[in-house]
């Protein structure tokens, strides 16, 4: 153990009520870590906004999760201990290194933390990602609470250099985003460890990487013992009438809704400890196995010949809790609480002043075909807009649309759109992919100078970095139009997300070009630029023909039957003010009572309000 892991049981150490990802950072903090990167996501974003309040750490947003656990093996091979996080998908772009590291091992501990997310709160699958530590062959641990968040990132990294490998630590939203008390310990500062060069360990030519693979199941030999006798797995004897597998959140559910079972607490799932859950089962009549999404546990101990339930009783979709177990093995019937009566829905939509917002009403409008992408944006597929028609990864908005326009009616193409964090993280190669291969496709990149869904994290079109503040930077590293350019695209157009008929004239003007395009719609995210332009009013011109609710704005409502503008929440963007067909909506000045009609005189056009 380090210096840092015998500080935690000191008592004389304050306590700190930490979030998992604040543990998880807190814990590599204590391990000694000098380098950690990721790429903002749900529900990891936290680990690497906590990780950059620590000077000693070196703390990046990388652009993607690839380039993520590429830097961090980087610093790892130098001789330092590196972390990478990312959310579950995340894995997914990050899977070519991390089969590769698996074999080439490490220098300096490496500790890959994977936050999956069952119950998709914010993604698009609830993909089980122990399955790719079995794939992979690289260990995993797992948590149930803070606390053991931030000692198992500080034994994942003694693992990581005692058997020279990767080490997978998995969170759920639950672990993630849930606090508890922890007791922290000092930071341990590990000696760097000297860099040899040995291109047979890092280089995976196949002549080396053959050798490689050999080391590692020999590794992996190793690591299974270590599993069998792990010292954080527990056996939890109660009554011997029925025993419980279960591991990470699903522990705690566990334990609440089945305090009578005894338990087998899996800390170590893979390499998965069969010996000690084969003991475990020997002592109970009836064995049961609680875990969320896929059947991981239970395929494992059913391999091993012993009789077990779990996914007979259990679904494979959405979160496990307390309630759900009871129903489920013990067949009780809580009481359910309907929604409180008088509340109204409260679908996801568009902040306020949002500058997404008018690209995606005149996409709805004109009923494009939209591929779409992964960011805030997302929420164009629901109501009111229904203005896009696919949503499936990172980047697969232009190379979907590519692909539907090879196929398409010129008067049917489909449009790609994509956020400016998107864009760096996967939308360069289906740039490069549309002008090499001669595609007609039009590229929306909805620039809003952040990476808005996850917490308002700068990317490399922003002008800022981790730990800084907007407008730090003159100019963003990345200037988007010319590096379209660079790649190709001749037609690259700069509109202002406001200037609805400027936004109409540039897609109408490219959708059936029959050459790429890209149209950089650029407006500040309201959540980053606070700023408030002035408040608009609907005057007695109206006739109630709702058009203006088709901007799904929050500030648009109505009050005793007529449509108003709540002065509190709108942030004076003016795209009301442009689509409404009778002009009355208008700028408030302070002679406007908080409802009513807009003063005589004005004559400042829907633009002019823009700008």
Known sequence: MTEATENMSDKRKGLMFLSGNEAVARGAWEAGVKVATSYPGTPATE???????????????????KVALEVAAGASMAGVRALASMKQVGVNVAADPLFSTA???????????????????SSQNE???????????????????????LEFVKIAFDISEQYDIPVFVRLTTRICHSKSVVRPGKRFEPTRKQYVKQA?????????AVQRHFDLERRLTRLEALANTFEHNAHEMRSLEVGVVTSGISYRNVREALPDFSVCKIAMTWPFPGQFVRNFASQVKKLYVVEENMPFLEEEIAALGIPVEGKQQLLRVGELSATT????????????????EGLPPRPPQFCPGCSHRGIFYMLGKKKFVVSGDIGCYGLASLPPYNAMDSLICMGASITMAHGFNKVSDPNDRAVAVIGDST??????????????????????????????????????????????????M??????????????????????????MAAVDRAIEGRKSSGRPAVIIVRGPCTMVDRRRRGAYMVSGDCVRCRTCFKLGCPAISVEEDAVAILEFLCTGCGICAQVCPKKAIRKACDSFPD???????EDESPADKVK
Not at 48 to 53: I, K, P, S, T
Not at 200 to 208: C, E, I, L
Not at 446 to 462: I, K, R, W, Y
Not at 595 to 601: F, P
């Open 127 to 149: 993909q089980d990602n122990r399955y790719y530590a079995k794939a992979a062959e690289i260990p995993m641990l797992e948590p149930t609470d803070s606390q053991e968040c």
């Open 595 to 601: 409802k009513g009609k807009a003063a005589a005189g």
């Open 474 to 499: 003159p100019k963003p590293t990345l200037d988007i139009e010319a590096v379209c350019r660079a790649m190709g695209v001749e037609d690259v157009t700069v509109v202002d997300a406001y200037d």
């Open 103 to 121: 074999y080439t091992g490490v220098n300096g501990g490496l500790v890959i933390v994977t936050a999956d997310e069952p119950g998709l709160h």
């Open 47 to 65: 680990i690497l906004e906590a990780l950059g309040g620590y000077p000693e750490v070196d703390c990046e947003w990388s652009v993607n999760e």
């Open 200 to 208: 047979r360990k890092f280089s995976m030519v196949p002549s080396n």
């Open 325 to 340: 177990l009871r129903r489920r093995i013990l067949h009780v019937s809580p009481g359910q609480k309907g929604p409180v």
């Open 423 to 472: 864009f760096v993280h996967s939308g360069l190669t289906g740039i490069a992919n549309l002008v090499y291969n001669g595609g007609v496709t039009a590229v929306i990149v909805l620039d809003n100078g952040v990476t808005a869904m996850t917490g308002h994290q700068p990317n490399p079109a922003s002008t800022w970095k981790l730990g800084g503040k907007p407008g730090d």
